[in-house]
């Protein structure tokens, strides 16, 4: 992975000279550490451009759908959340302002301009924004030292990728999801629905119509019975920062191309 200078990204203010390498990205740091809501959907859109499948959507969620899916969540015993799919933030910050102080969110994007611009966007200690797919969701969890996860909060689009990389990711949801644990999936068609039986047994679904497009809501649990009983690993260990993955598993998706470990 090539490493982002990113504080130095972070600090230059525009019209400051700048290497070809930062060019690129240039029109992402003319206002740091804020963000327009103009800048987020210029960003998801000229992503949405580069790589449809795998975003799935022009523009972000509504807030009636963030609202929708986090309905769900018990926030006083939540303390580790998983985020597949952050895209420009627009569950992540909902979920930090909601979030205990103590509990953490470990967020898997494949996408490097989302990365980048979480990394500049959301600063709290809290967040561990990681370059990787969702595929190493145990490999984020165990790098920062945390057992099972609570909540897992996905926003990737199941129906485009390949069925290999969807079953490798559903069987490691269901293996990182706490006994009491639940995996909140919003969709835009209803096609996932049988291989989240097919893994999770029932699942309870809900539909949001205000949000473009008016999407479903897939809300997973485990088996009755079924024992994953290790526990929690407890709150994160240090602060909240960027980490990028090395692939465990092969994610043959454009956008997921070889996310390496950085620390
Ligand atoms: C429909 S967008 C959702 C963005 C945001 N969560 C929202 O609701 O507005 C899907 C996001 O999933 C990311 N993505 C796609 N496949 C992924 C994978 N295998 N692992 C992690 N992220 C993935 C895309 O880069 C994109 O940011």
Redesign the pocket.
């Known amino acids: 992975m090539i490493r982002l200078p990113a504080p130095a990204l972070v600090r230059r203010r525009a019209g400051s000279p700048r290497s070809s390498s930062e060019r690129q990205i240039v029109f992402i740091v003319s206002s740091p550490q804020r963000s327009s809501l103009s800048e987020q959907l210029l960003l998801?859109g000229r992503?949405f451009f580069k790589?449809p499948r795998?975003?799935?959507?022009l523009?972000?969620?509504s807030r009636f759908?963030?609202n929708h899916v986090l309905r769900e969540v018990e926030w006083d015993r939540a303390r580790v959340f998983l985020?597949?799919?952050?895209?420009?933030?627009?569950?992540?910050t909902e979920i930090l302002r909601r979030m205990r102080p103590d509990a953490v969110l470990v967020a898997?994007?494949?996408?490097q301009d989302?990365v980048r611009f979480l990394g500049r966007k959301l600063r709290d200690e809290r967040l561990h924004v990681v370059h990787?797919?969702?595929?190493?969701a145990d490999v984020a969890l165990a790098r920062l030292k945390l057992g099972h996860a609570d909540y897992i909060?996905s926003?990737?689009?199941y129906t485009t990728?390949p069925p290999q990389?969807r079953e490798a990711?559903l069987r490691k949801t269901r293996d990182v999801l706490d006994p009491d644990g639940a995996f909140l999936v919003?969709q835009f068609t209803r096609a996932v629905l049988p291989h989240l039986q097919q893994v999770f047994g029932s699942v309870q679904e809900e539909f949001e119509p205000l949000n473009v497009m008016p999407a479903r809501l897939f809300y997973c649990r485990h088996h009755v019975g079924h024992s994953n009983a290790e526990g929690n690993g407890g709150p994160a260990n240090g602060s909240g920062r960027q980490v990028s993955l090395q692939p465990v598993a092969p994610?043959r998706?454009a956008?997921?191309r070889s996310p390496r470990l950085s620390g």
Request: aromatic share 12%; net charge negative.
């Open positions: 998801f992503n790589h795998m975003l799935g959507s523009i972000p969620s759908l963030v985020e597949y799919g952050p895209g420009v933030g627009t569950f992540t898997l994007e494949t996408n989302f990787g797919s969702a595929a190493d909060i926003g990737i689009p990728m990389l990711i919003y994610d998706t956008s997921a």
